[in-house]
């Protein structure tokens, strides 16, 4: 039996366990690097503060990021009937670079989950919007499913405004769904890394949510290099398993951008490597 054969028959009630909603928090610490940390060393864990991570690092070290943006990726429509249709952008099919898309003007088509699809039998959805002072409708129209999921197209008048600007101003940060709330106006910047940049993530890499500016210098003082890559998280990370087998649970794909000069340092370094996150690690 190959590595694979096994991984795909790996058994979800092995991973199974109690989770107390208390014990969830609801929101983050505030400063962010007053987070707890877990140290293990020499067979002993202990605890300390996120605060203090540079000076647990090696000075050889090279910390690899994941620079991904948390777009507002959660927007929602309501029919003449008044039913609310929830439309969740999962990745763009046309144009499919995202930053092409994120400039699209006029239309776009992005592959989506929809809530209350069966509400929705056909025909558009409009809003209307108000944006740098201008009056705009904007629509979304079912097109086509693909991969269990929706083909939605937006399109919108006037047609010269970037569809990154319309997903500003109509969508929501998709926060997790077992935090079990609405989003708020403070999820803009907590549900944020300090690093965050490149928009496409419909999700946090929430490891690096610890960081502040504060760490960051810290880490440059003591020598650390650092390097970033590029992975758009997508919606596996809320997507509950139903599956009794790994194999049954279905991934959606994710964008990932990694450097020539990135990959070449990796080959060479004869230091630490560190990554931050499962994020930078499958990237």
Not at 28 to 54: A, M, T
Not at 106 to 127: A, D, I, Q, T
Not at 169 to 192: F, V, W
């Amino acid at each position: 039996m190959t590595l694979l054969d096994k991984v795909k028959n790996i058994s979800i009630k092995d991973f199974s366990y109690d989770l107390p909603d208390a014990r969830i928090a609801k929101y983050p610490v505030d400063p962010r690097d007053h987070s707890q940390l877990l140290l293990y060393r020499d067979g002993e864990i202990s605890r300390s503060q996120f605060k203090n991570l540079p000076q647990y690092l090696p000075e050889n070290s090279l910390l690899v990021y994941n620079n991904t943006k948390v777009i507002r990726a959660r927007m929602f429509f309501r029919k003449e009937t008044g039913a609310q249709i929830e439309i969740f952008c999962l990745e763009p099919l046309m144009p499919a670079d995202y930053a092409q898309n994120f400039q699209a003007q006029g239309s776009c088509e992005w592959l989506c989950l929809v809530g209350n699809l069966k509400k929705w039998k056909g025909g558009k959805l409009h809003r209307q919007l108000s944006l740098n002072g201008q009056d705009v409708v904007f629509s979304a129209e079912h097109v086509g499913v693909e991969d269990k999921a929706q083909r939605i197209r937006f399109s919108w008048t006037p047609a010269e405004i970037p569809f990154g600007d319309l997903l500003e101003q109509a969508g929501q940060i998709p926060i997790p769904p077992y935090l079990n709330r609405e989003s708020q106006q403070s999820d803009e910047r907590s549900y944020q890394t300090v690093y965050s940049r490149i928009e496409g993530s419909v999700a946090a890499p929430t490891a690096g949510l610890h960081f502040t500016p504060a760490v960051l210098q810290s880490i440059d003082e003591k020598q650390i290099k650092r390097q970033e890559v590029t992975l758009h998280v997508s919606a596996s990370t809320f997507q509950p398993v139903k599956s009794e087998q790994m194999d049954g649970h279905p991934m959606h794909l994710e964008f990932i951008s990694v450097e020539a000069s990135l990959i070449e340092d990796l080959l060479k370094y004869e230091g630490r490597i560190a990554a931050v996150g499962t994020t930078s690690v499958r990237t």
